[in-house]
């Protein structure tokens, strides 16, 4: 695939944020290209941020026919760019490109498109402390026409955001709410691809709890409300004594998280036992009154660790840990972001430096 690399003007470039938080400023470029059955892929190029003019009839403004993807960009003690796992996003994102009847992308091209972007941009990737550039790349159904079928066209775009570290003044337990009248996702339906509708489906609760005074709501299985699936937009995970790990096992509803398969590989080699199961939400309830369940934890890409203070069910509530986070918590947290940024070696080949 050969990109053609627009030039920038002088004024199109942007100053650096101050005040990093997540997902508000982008990069000065992006990458787009665009697909039809006649062309296959084409037009793959890097050119400056910008707004798309879209027929007010384009498949996905109707019909939700999209998916996305969430990765980062480290910068390395040595000023080099790390990026973490990514062929891991570029096999999601392809899986869901074929859930949700999308053509899925070259799985080389893609990565080429995000490396040649994030060179391009290194200087938007922060020096600070626990900051990273959120690598953001998207695929729209872009046929201009009502009728609900596949679209015939497609548009691939990927966008950076310089991000803030998730937490500013060091770990911050939330609260959260275990939904028992709504749900996020349906076994045979699209929980496990990232695509738009299950976080539009997610919207409404997040908006209720939030009222009650809890931070990220827990889901629960659709169909009997009995199993834990995942917490917010992350992966969750208990931790029982000091050394064993639980997380709810893949259920088809669930998203399966790259931090969740990370930890599922180096928890061992920090000694810790863990373990995918079904795990029914009154038995988890259970353990925390008795004190038995000493973290629990969501993971994901944003947060890669984020310590839950209490859970609030059927108006009750259950204080985790005393509210406060916990050393696995803790040391999941560090021996990740310290693998991520390249502060130390990385034994899993998980990283992909890009020289800058
Ligand atoms: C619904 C959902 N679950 C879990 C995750 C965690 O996945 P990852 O660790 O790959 O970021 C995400 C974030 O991408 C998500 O949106």
Same mark, same amino acid.
């Given at each position: ?38 062309? /296959?892929?084409? !037009? *793959? =190029?890097? $050119? ?5 003019? @879209?027929?007010? %009839?384009?498949? +996905? ?127 045979? /339906?699209?929980? !496990? *691809? =990232?695509? $738009? ?5 997610? @919207?409404?609760? %997040?908006?209720? +709890? ?141 990283? @992909?430096?890009?020289?800058?």
């Amino acid at each position: 695939m050969q990109i053609s690399i627009e030039p920038l003007a002088a004024d199109a470039r942007k100053p650096f944020p101050q005040n990093l938080t997540f997902g508000k400023y982008f990069s000065d470029r992006m990458f787009t290209q665009k697909w039809t059955a006649e062309q /296959g892929w084409y !037009d *793959a =190029k890097i $050119g400056p941020y910008g707004p798309f003019t @879209l027929d007010p %009839s384009t498949a +996905v403004f109707h019909y939700a026919q999209e998916i996305f993807e969430g990765t980062k960009a480290y910068r390395r003690p040595d000023g080099n760019i790390n990026l973490f796992r990514p062929w891991e996003n570029i096999k999601r994102f392809n899986r869901s490109a074929t859930r949700m009847a999308m053509q899925q992308v070259d799985p080389e091209e893609h990565l080429e498109a995000i490396v040649q972007l994030v060179t391009l941009e290194h200087e938007w990737v922060p020096n600070q402390d626990g900051a990273s550039l959120y690598i953001r790349p998207a695929l729209i159904a872009t046929e201009p026409a009502l009728g609900v079928h596949a679209s015939h066209s497609y548009l691939h775009f990927i966008i950076l955001s310089p991000v803030g570290p998730y937490f500013a003044t060091g770990f911050n337990p939330v609260p959260v709410y275990i939904s028992d009248d709504y749900v996020r996702a349906v076994r045979g /339906g699209v929980g !496990d *691809a =990232k695509t $738009g509708g299950n976080y539009a489906a997610s @919207l409404y609760v %997040s908006e209720q +709890v939030k009222e009650l005074g809890y931070q990220q709501v827990l889901w629960l299985d659709a169909a009997e409300r009995r199993y834990v699936e995942e917490v917010g937009s992350m992966n969750i995970a208990f931790v029982y004594g000091d050394k064993r790990i639980v997380t709810p096992a893949l259920s088809g509803s669930i998203l399966p998280g790259i931090t969740r398969d990370s930890v599922l590989k180096l928890a061992p080699d920090l000694g810790y036992t863990i373990e995918e199961a079904r795990l029914e939400v009154s038995d988890i309830l259970r353990d925390l009154a008795k004190g038995e369940i000493t973290e629990a934890f969501g993971l994901g890409t944003a947060a890669v660790v984020a310590p839950v203070s209490k859970f609030g069910y059927k108006e009750k509530e259950y204080v985790v840990g005393g509210g406060e986070s916990g050393p696995v918590a803790k040391q999941l947290f560090q021996t990740l972001t310290d693998i991520q940024y390249g502060r130390v070696a990385d034994p899993y080949d998980w990283t @992909l430096t890009i020289k800058v």
